[in-house]
């Protein structure tokens, strides 16, 4: 409506007098549900716009009561020169898909952090996202039974298929913390988080003591599990599964081995 607007436009003109912000290439009018039909009509017609705000300001008309004074010859100077063919009604979808280009800028901005949303279920058959991280666990259980499995012998395994899918259900776990990250901070946090996870149980899987691809995976996956990573803005919305499920990440990385 024009009476919100009027009174958003004495505020912004202000503002240019104070040498607050520059003159912007657009304003824009977001307002969710249209900016309605009497304010729609002065937008297609920017002189008259113009006009309308100087003439009911001075009248005080359109909420403006008691602020005829606040035209000052400056500010009026600054209307008239401001291209109001430059006012813009930004439609809904515009702000979603600006938004959606970067939200972590958006967060940084405004300070809201959306929900973490729910994690993605592992498929039934592994991805070829998930290969190499797949393949390092095949090789994991094929030293434990002694024998070369195949991911098909793996899947249908009685001693075997339980604790793999665990793994992958750990690795989608951290997936989602992924995803949540790249939408909120940027990839380079979920990055980061995987540099301390590194740092934290490298000794552990590499330790001498352990026997098997099986024990290192372990001291892996468990130490993971008992980090503290305070220093991560992830943190806050960590899940069970996703501190167990970053190794597999690291795995897939090329970054850590069970194998040796």
């Not at 009248?59 to 006012?87: C, D, H, M, S, Y």
């Not at 009685?158 to 990839?187: P, W």
């Not at 980090?227 to 501190?243: F, M």
Request: glycine share 6%; charged share 30%; net charge negative.
């Amino acid at each position: 409506m024009p009476t919100d607007v009027f009174k958003e436009l004495i505020k912004f003109f202000k503002h240019l007098e104070a040498g607050t912000y520059p003159a912007p290439r657009h304003y824009y009018l977001c307002a969710p549900r249209g900016v309605g039909n009497d304010l729609h009509n002065l937008l297609s017609k920017p002189d008259e716009f113009k006009q309308r705000l100087l003439d009911d300001w001075r009248a005080e008309k359109t909420g403006l009561k008691g602020r005829a004074k606040e035209l000052t010859p400056t500010v009026e100077q600054l209307v008239k020169a401001f291209e109001f063919k430059n006012i813009l009604e930004c439609q809904t979808r515009d702000l979603l898909e600006w938004h959606a280009l970067d939200q972590k800028a958006h967060f940084e901005l405004f300070g809201f952090e959306g929900e973490r949303g729910d994690d993605p279920f592992a498929p039934d058959t592994p991805t070829a996202e998930e290969q190499i991280y797949v393949e390092e666990l095949l090789r994991v259980y094929s030293e434990l039974s002694g024998d070369d499995l195949t991911l098909d012998q793996l899947m249908v395994s009685d001693s075997y298929s339980e604790h793999f899918q665990s793994q992958r259900a750990f690795f989608y776990c951290a997936e989602g913390l992924k995803i949540f990250s790249r939408d909120t901070y940027g990839e380079a946090e979920f990055d980061a988080l995987l540099d301390m996870v590194l740092i934290g149980i490298k000794s552990k899987v590499n330790s001498p003591r352990h026997k098997t691809a099986l024990d290192r995976l372990e001291a892996g996956t468990e130490g993971a599990q008992q980090l503290v990573v305070n220093d991560s803005d992830l943190t806050p919305k960590l899940r069970p599964g996703d501190l167990p499920g970053t190794c597999h990440h690291l795995v897939n990385r090329r970054r850590l081995k069970w194998v040796k």
